[in-house]
């Protein structure tokens, strides 16, 4: 209903400023035709001096048709362009966000930028959709993990060794519940801020090797090789927040690696900027996938069958935007994937 009052008054003002701008030329155009009769024929002036009642009706009407016709010529397909666009206003409203506008000479680029809106909502929309999806696996599958090897642990005739592995996998499945809640809380906390507090000079070679550190259970449990190149360079950064990326960024490159595969970490300063690559050797990202990867929301699955929760890779973005850096992503399908971000030096 708010939406059909919208278009309703949208249209309504639409009608008048046509109807005000054709009766303002079409104004102009009788009085240029009289100005230019009475300059060149004088019997016609005194006439018009002697009746200027009929003078003033002949106005009147000549007014009228030359508005009437300019209501057809200009008036109609902008009002039949309105009318096109009140519809598709109507279909979105109602969910169908795959309606167009077809796109005409008349009102060209209005339509133009109101197709790409809807574009843009159905890409949300798909996004979103996909998200609730994806979010409801990642949230069940290690609920369902978890109740069922507890369960199993019940049992008084399980082996030593089957409670080790029930209980690593109950631990595994935690972890991975405790990342996904740690990345939909940080990435609402920064959704809208537009500046970071809190920002101190901070050795970022010392900082991913600290990281590294903390995730080398899991690189050993993997059968990963990590080689690392790292200097000391100092940045001005939020340490909690910048530490969150090199975690997000390392966990992708165990996660998306092939068995025994390699994970190298580089860290250089060239002239007034800390650049940092992070590769892995893993089963990569199709082409049509990469520049998508960093939207929230959006996962990918490759062949080993793995796929995040859509949220790293934007709160990785989302706090390298706040300092000021930027990040890109480099990958062949089956070769791997290459991560290169830039920060400011100090």
């Known amino acids: 209903m708010k939406n059909k009052n919208i278009t309703k ?15 303002s030329l079409s ?15 004088i019997d016609m002036s005194d006439k018009i001096k002697s009746s200027p009642m009929t003078a003033i009706i002949i106005l009147i009407i000549t007014q009228l048709i030359i508005s009437w016709l300019m209501t057809i010529i ?17 279909e979105v409203s109602n969910g169908n966000y795959k309606s167009r506008v077809k796109e005409t000479k008349i009102l060209k680029e209005i339509k133009h930028n109101f197709n790409k809106m809807i574009s843009e909502l159905d890409s949300v929309e798909i996004l979103r959709s996909d ?34 592995k029930y209980l690593d996998v109950i631990i595994e499945e935690s972890d991975r519940l405790s990342s996904l809640s740690t990345n939909i809380l940080n990435l609402s906390k920064i959704e809208k801020q537009e500046i970071v507090s809190n920002k101190n000079k901070i050795n970022i070679g010392e900082q991913i090797r600290k990281v590294i550190l903390m995730e080398y259970k899991k690189i050993e449990k993997n059968n990963l090789e990590i080689d690392v190149d790292i200097d000391d360079c100092y940045s001005i950064v939020n340490e909690d927040l910048m530490e969150q990326v090199w975690i997000n960024l390392i966990e992708n490159a165990i996660k998306f690696n092939k068995k025994n595969g390699k994970i190298f970490v580089k860290v250089k300063k060239v002239n007034d900027k800390i650049t940092i690559s ?11 996938k990469i520049n998508r990867i960093f939207d929230k929301f959006y996962t990918t699955s490759e062949k080993n069958g793995k796929s995040g929760n859509g949220l790293g890779l934007a709160l990785t973005k989302k706090i390298l935007n706040l300092h000021n850096g930027s990040i890109e992503a480099n990958s062949k399908l089956n070769k791997g994937t290459e991560f290169i971000i830039l920060l400011n030096s100090v």
């Open 9 to 23: 008054k949208l249209k309504i003002n639409t009608y008048f400023i046509i109807w005000t701008l054709i009766s």
């Open 27 to 41: 104004s102009l155009v009788v009085f240029g035709i009289i100005y230019f009769i009475l300059n060149i024929n």
């Open 74 to 90: 200009i008036g109609n397909p902008v009002i039949r362009g309105m009318n096109d666009i009140e519809k598709v206003i109507d």
């Open 131 to 164: 998200f609730v999806n994806n979010f409801s696996h990642e949230l069940k599958t290690p609920i369902v993990s978890i109740k069922g090897y507890a369960e199993e642990l019940k049992k008084d005739d399980l082996t030593e060794e089957e409670k080790e």
């Open 278 to 288: 992070i590769k892995d050797t893993g089963v990569g990202i199709d082409e049509d």
